[in-house]
Each structure stands twice: as C-alpha cells, then as structure tokens.
C-alpha cells in the first residue's frame, strides 16, 4: 500500500495547488473590474496597462491551475489501477487460502463478481473520491475565507442556501445506501446465473429448461434494475439539488450585492460582485462534487463490504511450521477410526479404519453417496477429519503440509479438467522436467494421440477456450496427465467413465504399468474395472461393511456381491459378459 499511499498523497498536493489557484483568479478579476469601473466613472481614462498586465497573470493563473489539475488526474488513475491490482492480487491469494467449504456454499458466479465488479468500483472511484473531497473541501474553505474577508453579509447570502442543500444531501445518502448493497448482492447473483447457465447450456437445451431459466434471469434482472435504478436515481438527486443551490446563490449574491450597492454599503464595489460570483460558483461547485463523491462512495462502501467479507473469509490453518514430510516415501496408508460431517451433526464417514500396504491396488466400492469421494478428499486434506487420523508411512498428514500431502498422490477425477493452453501444456501441468516424448507417450498410452494428431498444430494445439471437446477426450488428457507426474501414489475417481469400453481397456492396461510400483486408490461403479484389485473396500454409510479380494466377496455373499449380481444380472460372473 506504501506506492498507492505516495500517489494518493501526491495527487492530493497538486489537487490543494490546482485549487489554491485557482482560488486566487477571483481576486485579480476583482482587481481588473474595480481599475475599469473606476476608469469609467473617471471619464473613461481606463488603466490598460493594468488590465493587460492582470489580465496575462490572471491567465498564468488559470492555465497552471489547469496543469496541476492534469498532474493530478494522471496520477490518480495510475493509482486507481494500483489499487485493483493490489486488491486482486489480494482476493487471489485468499482464493488459495480459504476453505473448499466455502466454495460449497458460494456460487462461482458470486466468487467472480467480487473478483471483477466490486474490485474495479473501489480501484475506480477510491482514489479520485479521495482526491476529490480534499480539493473541494479546501476549495469551500478558500472560497468562504475570501468571502467573508470581502462582503461577510453576502458571504451569509451564499452559504446559508449552500448549507442548507447540504444537509438535504446528506439525508438523501443515507436513504442510498442500502440501494448500493443491494445492487452489488444483485449484481453478483446475476453473474452466478448467467456463469451457471452458460456452463450448463446443453442440460437447459437438453431439458428445454430456455423458459425456467429465462424466468429466473427476469427475476433476478427486475431486482438489479430496481436496486440500480433507485440507488441511481437517489444518487442523481444530489447534483440537482447542489446545482439548484449553486444557481440560487448566483441570484441572491446579484440581488443583494445590487441592493448593497444602491445603499453604499461599504466595500461593496462591482469587482466584489463579479468575485463574489466567482466565489459564488466556487463555494457551490464543491459541495456538488462532494455529493457526487459521497454518492459514488455509497457504491465503493458496498463493493468493499463484499470484497473485504471475502477477505475475511476464515482460512486453512496456517502451515507454516509444519516440516515433517516422509522421505523415500513407500505408500503405507492408515485410516485410523476417521469420522467426517461436512455439517455439524451430520456424519458421513463414521468410524472408517483400514491399512493399505505399499504398491497395493485398493478399489472403493459403495452406492452412491456412501462416502467414497469424501475418503479421497480427506486422505488429499481438502478437508479436515473431525476425528481420527489418516498415516502415510507412520506419518500424520495433519503434520504435513497440504502441498506436500498433493505432492504424494496424482490424481485423475471424474470431472476432467482442461484449461487454456496447449496440448503439451495440459499434460504436463505443473510438473517440471517434463520432455515432449513422455508427453506422446502418455497421450499414445491412453488412445488420444491419434485426435491430438488430427488438431492442427498438432501438441502445440490450444485446448481449453472455445475448442469442443468430448467428456471422454477430456478424461484422456486428465489421465495422461497423471502418468507424466512423478507421484508414489495414485487416485483414480471414475477416471474412464466417459470413454467408450474398448478404450476403457487400453487406458486400462496403461495405467496397470502406472499402478505397478505405486499404491493405488481407484474408486468405481462399473466393477468389472476392479476385479484384478489386491484389496476391495466396500463403503456403506460412511464404513467399511466388507474388504477383501474380488473372489472372497463373492464368495461371502454380501453386499459386496449384491452389487456385482445387480450390475452383471444374466452374466458370466467370472468374466462379466451375457450369454
């Protein structure tokens, strides 16, 4: 903040020098009327060489008031675009910092309103608020010292209205701002429903849900046009009526200075009118931008409530300390009675104990929603167990750090996620070392070479973006990534789900080489693709209901071999193809 603070501070100083000035051209006009209207009244012998010489300083005067005022807008935009970028920089980082939980409860679409919208309001309208109330507050203070200094009952005849309006402003701000809040809740839920709608286009399509979804964007569109429109039109007032009193004073100074002026008021002369006028404009003129400051501040206060509610957001523990990671690690895994609610009373792994033993192909079986996934996220610490403990060699991942947990496993989910790059880029993510032959490789291994081939440019081919890629090409990339990261254990969580059967069964062959020398984690519903696993873990309700090989499960006859009957009903058991 200490750069920000600087250009703010400078732009400040040349907003009091603009301003200073620009306060000092009244008097010199005052100078220049009085030398002509005494000229005048003394047979029209005027001073033109006076006049001439004011009216060049009055000039001087001006223009570099107008310089410094140039300064001051250059350096507040600079420091507008400092601002956001700190501002973003810093929701960035907390992205990283804050549970997955709270990604849970929050639309993506809120996540990136906060990110865009709210972070531009604060960079766009902080810094020249700023600058702007500091210049118009010594404008005013200026403006009503000479005022006062020059005519204190045309002084009282200018302020009084001004003071008046004020006061009317300052009411009506605090009616706006609940309307600004509401319009950046409004504008956020907007954005998470065009972000979920244009995500899942083909499942509105598919379900000709156009109408309900149109019905929900009327919704929420007609709440953003109120919220916008009455925090607007609030906001707008406030020029009004400060223009309405700046143009009341104009009249009052020309009628009262005239009356004055008939009685002989003492140094009320035609040079204190006209700068009386001037410092009429000037005293108003202010007031009104500090309305319009306080206005846009109302959306700046708004915006800053979401964005510094998501900064305060709680965050994972610190890790700072934490050192202890195992080294030439084996793969021994230890579930130690681990119980997990993602809410409070409500469990979903109750009680779950198992040892995996280095190399070992561990599969997880259960219906849906037994706790599968949530095993996996918990052994990676996406999230925390509420009790028990997860070992890996003899080590507590609760004593390592989260990135030297993700650092021990690849892992490939069912989701597949590919993002703006290349080819080459995508396979090899945040791995270094990486040579374009292992990266063709692995994309031969898993059958997608022949489309990457078929791209043009080939590896070199951006993926991600506009591109249409098949939920199964995706898998293909996500699993080619995981076999050119150098991990001793592995996560599969439906990884071929979305690939037809025969390049099931080579992916499959591929990564039986992946799986031969690391501990292996692979969650399924198709059970077929599990049959060779040296331990089978059936999950019901959050426990280990039955473990053991494929052919002891069916042999026990329990749910184990419930499930496999109901998948492969009128099937060979022993190879899973129908008569």
């Known amino acids: 903040m200490g750069p920000y603070r600087a250009h703010v501070a400078l732009a400040v100083v040349l907003s009091i020098a603009s301003t200073l000035l620009a306060l000092a051209g009244p ?11 005494d000229g005048i009244a003394s047979g029209g012998r005027i001073d033109l060489g006076s006049v001439g010489e004011a009216s060049l300083i009055l000039a001087a005067v001006y223009v570099a008031s107008l310089a410094l005022g140039f ?20 929701l960035s980082r907390k992205l ?42 010594v404008m005013m203070a200026g403006a009503l010292a000479f005022m006062l200094l020059a005519s204190p009952v045309l002084a009282a005849v200018t302020v009084v209205p001004a003071a008046a309006g004020f006061l009317l402003v300052y009411a009506l701000v605090k009616r706006s701002q609940g309307h600004f809040a509401a319009q950046s809740r409004n504008l956020g839920r907007m954005q998470g429903h065009v972000d979920e709608m244009y995500s899942g286009h083909d499942i509105v399509r598919a379900y000709n849900g156009e109408e309900e979804a149109e019905r929900a964007f009327g919704e929420i569109n007609d709440d953003l046009y109120v919220s916008a ?24 100074v020309c009628i009262v200075g005239a009356m004055l002026m008939i009685d002989g008021a003492a140094g009320v002369t035609y040079g204190v009118i006209v700068a009386f006028i001037v410092y009429a404009r000037q005293f108003a003129s202010p007031l009104t931008d500090i309305s319009e400051s306080v206005a846009q501040m109302q959306s700046v206060a708004a915006a800053a409530d979401r964005v510094f509610g998501f900064l305060a957001a709680e965050e994972m523990e610190d890790e700072g300390g934490r050192s202890v990671a195992p080294s ?17 009373g409500r469990e979903v792994i109750r009680g779950f104990s198992a040892v995996v033993e280095p190399g070992q192909r561990v599969a997880i079986v259960g219906p849906t929603g037994a706790g599968k996934t949530t095993l996996v996220n918990l052994l990676m610490r996406f999230y925390e167990v509420d009790a028990g403990d997860i070992l890996v060699d003899g080590v507590s991942i609760r004593s390592m750090r989260r990135a030297d947990v993700h650092d021990l496993f690849t892992m490939v989910l069912q989701d597949a996620w590919v993002f703006d790059g290349t080819v080459e880029e995508n396979v090899a993510y945040a791995e270094e070392g990486v040579s374009g032959e292992e990266v063709r490789r692995a994309c031969e291994a898993v059958g997608i070479d022949g489309y990457v081939s078929s791209l043009e440019g080939g590896y070199g081919a951006r993926l991600g973006g506009g591109r ?3 939920a199964g090409q995706r898998q293909q990339i996500a699993i080619a990534r995981a076999m050119v990261r150098k ?26 080489e992946l799986m031969a020398s690391r501990t292996s984690f692979v969650i399924a519903h198709r059970l077929s693709t599990i049959r060779d696993s040296d331990i089978i873990l059936v999950v019901r309700d959050g426990s280990i209901v039955e473990q053991g090989t494929h052919g002891e499960l069916l042999a026990a006859g329990g749910f184990y071999s419930m499930l496999y009957d109901s998948q492969f009903e009128g099937c060979d058991r022993e190879d899973g193809v129908g008569p």
Do not use: W
């Open 27 to 37: 008097g010199i006009l005052k100078d220049i009327t009085d030398t002509v209207a």
């Open 468 to 470: 249409a890629m098949s």
């Open 487 to 512: 991990a001793p254990m592995l996560i599969l969580d439906e990884a071929t789900s979305s690939v037809d059967t025969r390049t099931e069964r080579r992916i499959q062959e591929a990564m039986g």
């Open 71 to 90: 300064g001051e807008k250059y350096i507040i935009s600079s420091a507008s675009q400092m601002v956001s970028g700190m501002v973003r920089r810093d």
């Open 96 to 137: 990283g910092r804050i549970p997955l939980s709270y990604y849970d409860s929050t639309s993506a679409g809120d996540i990136m309103s906060r990110l865009t919208n709210d972070a531009d309001t604060i960079a766009h309208s902080s810094g020249q608020c700023i600058a702007q109330m500091v210049s118009s507050t």
């Open 229 to 252: 429109y009455r925090s607007r039109f609030v906001s707008s007032l406030m020029p009004q009526i400060m223009n309405f009193v700046g143009n009341l004073g104009y009249a009052l």
């Open 328 to 344: 030439d690690v084996r793969g021994r895994v230890e579930f130690r009675d681990v119980h997990f609610s993602y809410l409070p």
